[in-house]
């Protein structure tokens, strides 16, 4: 009987044309490991489709080959693999009615809905996972494919600052940096610069902050995307930055969608699970950083998200003040 790293290698060693895909709306990490994994499979001699619905940031662009990609699978393929995605909804269809083969994630709230599903809830980041289990499955990391790896545990990590960064994860990235990666340039590219519509965007949203009950929260809307020429569905990482406000202890970005549906975003401080939040509106993530989508407007998914969320502290500081 193989194991799951086995399970993987003979899979990548038959298939010579592979799919990769990450979830709609990609952040830094399902970027990073897209491209991580799929520069190694290439360079191992595999046909690789690269599969973003939403497109990518152009901050992104700098990951060799980022902006080769395509919006939902175009030609048959031997092998499917998906990359930070909890669940298969969340890839944005872009497999069509093709089963997917092997899921790769760290999210805790994964419904393991792959032939073969790899599942790290303990790894600070997606790309995390890649850089320990690649050379199991007979792949390479060079100085590219360390790169965009690289990226994708210092977004997820918010440059080594989330609760879940281990020693294992500074250890990683070390590998990584021997590959060739360069933490300083990746780490501003990433985290630090930002182009004058995200700058703009974020003006919007922060002149709309509002502070009640331990939630700091505020709304990201289709008059504002197009207000600041902003072409992204994502919120430009404001969420993050709101994190940083002293006084809250949940974070909540609402973003209308295009589709009538309204993204929810949750960020909290340490030993504050909103993955419980996200997951009683269809979402999940970590526990301090977690994501739905709601089909509604945002007025009303914002009335009734909030209300839940202010709830939730008050159930939880009666835990931890009055444990049973």
Known sequence: MMNTDQQIHAKIKKAQTIAIAAHIRPDGDAIGSVYGLGIALQEAGKSVQYLFPDGIATRFHFISGAKNFTKKLETHVDLTITVDCADLERCGGVFGDRKIDINLDHHKTNTHFAEINLVAPEC?????????????????????????????????????????????????????????????????????????????????????????????????????????????????????????????YVYLLFNEQQNGETKISWRSKPDIDVSVLAEEYGGGGHPSAAGAEIKDSINRVEARVLERTKLFIEEYFEHVINPS
């Open 124 to 248: 600070a980041a997606t790309a995390e996972l890649l850089t320990r289990q690649m050379p199991a499955w007979g792949l390479s990391i060079s100085q590219q494919s360390a790169t965009a790896l690289m990226c994708g545990i210092l977004t997820d990590s918010q440059g080594f600052a989330t609760n879940n960064t281990t020693s294992a994860t500074l250890r990683y990235t070390s590998v990584l940096m021997d590959a060739g990666a360069n933490l300083n340039d990746i780490y501003d590219k990433t985290l630090t610069e930002k182009d004058m519509k995200s700058v703009r965007l974020w003006g919007c949203g922060l002149s709309k902050i509002k502070f009640e009950g331990g939630v700091v929260w505020t709304t990201i809307t289709q008059a504002d995307r197009k207000e600041t020429n902003y072409s992204g569905n994502d919120d430009a990482d404001l969420v993050n930055f709101m994190a940083n406000i002293a006084d809250g």
